[in-house]
């Protein structure tokens, strides 16, 4: 049996927030966090619910323990969804592969999974804070530098990002139909995220050149209107990967959009973010 212990942090409500979630499977315990500039406490919670989802496998059975009664009672209880609506359709796709138990614990209590959660969620914040005034890219004179990573071990790193492209649901079924005189929209996009990957460097200045070993992507029909793009992108070296991952829905989504614009002139390219990241001194 897997456990999940999740939770959500929000300075402000809305303001900066953070997600975190625990996972214990056969006696492993992993962790996973991440952060958001401009979001709420529901938000990051059921962010957390979600990302700890997306790290099994259908057909998997878990428990999920969380101290949000908006979360649990929405999916326990049918609270009626009003707000998180794109999110709430990210939760069904998960869901509906899976067998969960949603148990509700109460905060603050003393529950040790749960108490940790919660501080990995406030980390994330404090981070946040901290990285906003501490600009890696920038020297001590102000200017433009590349970050010295040669002190670094390599290590094994994984990241995931994820965005989303909106059209007309006219557009949508000519993807799925493969009617667009250009052709397989997805295989092409599918391509161009991986070369985007592998070109990272030639594309962000002060990227450094990684040893990438696997860029995959992922695209789901949401609904009528929006199609997911997810990136997973694994390396072992010395700084991360999640611009490369970042710049694999980028262009996958632009090479959407490249070839769907002669029918379509509403689309729109948003929310891509990193999911989490993997490896090095510390896990987010």
Known sequence: MIEIYTDGACK???G????????????????????NEHTTNNKMELTAVIRALETLVPGQTATVFSDSQYVI??????????ANLELWKEFDLLNQNLTVTWKWVKGHSGHALNEEADQLANKEVEKM??????LTHVDAQGKSSMVDVSDKQD??????ARGFIKMKSATVLAIKENQLTKGDVLGVARIAGIMAAKSTPQLIPLCHQIKLNDAKLEFNYINEHTISITSTTKAE????VEMEALTAVSIAALTIYDMCKGIDKTMCITDINLITKTGGKSVT
């Open 237 to 240: 070296d010395k700084t991360g």
């Open 155 to 160: 290590t094994k790193r994984t990241a995931i």
């Open 12 to 14: 402000g409500n809305p």
């Open 16 to 35: 900066k927030g953070g997600w975190a979630a625990i996972i214990i499977n056969q006696g492993n315990k992993s962790l996973i966090s991440g952060a």
């Open 73 to 82: 009672n929405s999916i326990t209880r049918n609270w009626k969804r009003n």
């Open 129 to 134: 804070n901290n990285e906003l005034h501490n």
